[in-house]
């Protein structure tokens, strides 16, 4: 189910603006849409405080590896916490 992006109730501009980004980036979470992230980035964290089971996603994958063992980096996995934490890449094979 999306949240609706359009106040049932009229609203200054200001607010309505504020209600339709707010909707609009939870639509997109929802849909997995990698523009909706606030953390994702190129690399796993190298500074920072974070927890185990946290998420990086990877803002920019390509394929890697060696002919039939190639992969992409989703993200990074915490498996750690600490400043930065453990970090582990998630790789998923592409089969080629």
């Known amino acids: 189910m999306k949240l609706n992006k359009t106040p049932r109730k009229p609203v200054d501009p200001d607010t309505d603006l504020f209600y339709r980004q707010i909707a609009q980036q939870v639509n997109s979470l929802a849909e997995g849409s990698l523009s909706a992230n606030y953390n994702a980035q190129t690399a796993a964290p190298t500074t ?6 946290d998420e990086i996603k990877n803002s920019n994958p390509s394929e890697l590896g060696a002919a039939a063992s190639k992969y992409v980096i989703r993200g990074w996995q915490c498996l750690v916490g600490g400043t930065p934490g453990t970090w582990v890449q998630q790789r998923y094979l592409t089969g080629n």
């Open 48 to 53: 920072g405080t974070y927890a185990k089971g």
